[in-house]
């Protein structure tokens, strides 16, 4: 009852704000209600604030975002994700490994940053923004400063992706998959990519979060090889007792929700759902998108923004464009 | 108080021992189970 109590003013303030965004993007031609959302979360929070009463029901907008993920599962048609299959994973894995080391040597040979931030960087970058920073800085030991500068860059591009991909995929004329594809495997946060995917078209959005979730995958992968890199970990009692320290790593540091999302994938593809509940259950996702965007918005703060600093900020740009220009141009010539 | 010993209480304290991960999963599961029931979703 408690929990109750202290989560529903947060859940109505989130339900507000979409709300409000949904009758706003209405009335804007041309407006996606997605964008419209985490925009006046944005706008909400900076200017006004989240108040006390509100944090813990806006807090769990995470939770939000990954049940919607899980949910919009039932609506992926496997067979095609089976047939794209080899490719998208060839070219998540190529695009995480090119993103890191075009952001590494740019950190490090071009705009002078120490090592460990430049990783956290490369990290957030190449897999999946901030919780990859996160997980990379817990395996390569770095101070909460340089977390948060890096984090903070990461936010900042999160920010402005979102709003620069739809605007660039409707100026270059993309199809939904092309898109889709190409936001899942550039963009940095799952968070901006799904809404930045649904908000170019249905067929973007699944592909944009397919791709995402693969990229998402390797996670414990890249913590565990910046471990190995950095030397933190004990090198010398190789044996099955390490291996089973390695293996409870890559569990822990696993996205779990990605493993719900593939349940629904299975579940809506073998038939046990009919059109009207896999409808519902596209709505259902709509309605956790609805509270976690919003939550989105409301937590990105303009004054953590400006902790981050001019030199990273370039390295990741420049990282970004390199990496989404060529990208594209591979995605293009593949789907 | 007793009910909420009994009933309330260790399934909070089960939902907070989750990893946040988990309970998008959960979320997830429980709007499956509810369309499943038959309870439609609308927009």
Known sequence: ???????????GYLLAIGLAARLLAAAIPGANYLIATIALGLVVGNVYGVPEWARPGVGTHKIWLEAGIVVMGASVALDRVLAAGPTILALVVATVAVTAVVVELLARFV?????????????????????????????????????????????????????????????????GTVFGVWA????????????????????AGEWALVVKLARNSLIGLAAVAYAVYYGRRSTGDAGSESDAAGLAF????????????????VVANLGFLSGAQVASLSNASDWAFLFAFAGLGLEIQFEDLRSTGYRPVLAVFTGLTVVATSMLLVVQALF | VVEDTLTVEPI???????????????????????????FPIPW
Not at chain 1, 1 to 11: F, Q
């Open chain 1, 1 to 11: 009852v408690t929990v109750t109590r202290t989560v529903l003013p947060g859940l």
């Open chain 1, 250 to 265: 890559l569990w822990e540091t696993f996205p779990k929700f990605v493993l719900g999302f593939l349940v629904m994938v």
């Open chain 2, 12 to 38: 909070r304290q089960w939902w907070a021992s989750l990893d946040g991960d988990w309970q998008g999963v959960c979320v997830g599961f429980l709007l499956l189970a509810v369309v499943s029931m038959g």
């Open chain 1, 111 to 175: 705009f002078s940053i120490d090592a460990e931030t430049g990783s956290l960087l490369a990290a957030g970058s190449s897999i999946c923004g901030v919780s990859a920073v996160v997980a990379i800085a817990e395996s390569i030991a770095v101070d909460e400063s340089q977390v948060a500068y890096a984090a903070a860059t990461v936010l900042l591009f999160d920010a402005l992706t979102l709003f620069a991909y739809p605007l660039v995929g409707d100026a270059l004329g993309l199809s």
């Open chain 1, 184 to 203: 899942g495997l550039t963009m940095f946060s799952t968070g901006p990519v799904t809404a930045a995917g649904f908000a170019f078209s249905e067929t």
